[in-house]
């Protein structure tokens, strides 16, 4: 028998709509960028956490449970990456806000392969299969159709974040006010890899 949808709905709003890596880097993308810019990264990063709960729920996640090396290994090099990634934020060099677009920055593949190495997503669709999958012949359709709503969830969820991000490029067109904002969202960054780690 599979588990209401209510109570799924509400797991999938709470790990999308709280603070973590992805949530951050949305902001960070869309406050530089403005709002368009974190769309495919948007699209990116929540099609990747669905495909990992798809992926969990088909398997994989009794191997990790079974195989408890590899995912503390998983655990450190999505961290390791990370951290990073939070260096090349806080050590940017101080520029003016800028709008165009012939800075490489992170897409809809890259956001959807951070979530390969991103810590918050494993765990959430670890959580996801053993909560909410249920047993049965239906088992694996059940997965499917979880990994596809919370795929309609996560949408708008960090769609908020981008709003929030786009909003606050006012404050930031000063190349001072920049790299304060660059360098809080990477401290920032770096919480939300190690306090899973932490606490």
């Not at 670890?126 to 088992?139: N, T, Y």
Request: net charge positive; aromatic share 8%.
């Amino acid at each position: 028998m599979s588990s209401p949808l209510l109570p799924f709905l509400l797991f999938a709003f709470v790990a999308s709509i709280t603070p973590g890596p992805t949530n951050i880097l949305v902001l960070s993308n869309s406050a530089r960028y403005g709002l368009r810019a974190a769309l495919p990264i948007i699209l990116g990063a929540c099609a990747g956490a669905a495909g990992i709960v798809l992926a969990v729920g088909s398997g994989l996640g009794e191997s990790l449970v079974q195989l408890p090396r590899v995912q503390t290994a998983m655990q450190w090099i999505g961290i390791a990456w990370l951290s990073y990634l939070a260096w090349q934020i806080f050590s940017a060099p101080a520029h003016a806000l800028e709008t165009d677009t012939a800075h490489k920055r992170l897409g809809m593949i890259g956001a959807a392969g951070l979530q390969l190495v991103n810590p918050k997503t494993w765990m959430m669709a670890l959580a996801v299969v053993s909560v909410f999958a249920g047993q049965g012949e239906g088992r694996q359709a059940h997965v499917l159709s979880l990994s596809i709503v919370f795929f309609l969830v996560s949408l708008p969820c960090l769609g908020v974040w981008a709003v929030l991000g786009a909003g606050s490029s006012r404050a930031l067109r000063s190349a001072t006010a920049l790299q304060r904002f660059n360098r809080c969202m990477a401290l920032l960054l770096v919480a939300s890899a190690w306090l899973g780690v932490l606490l």
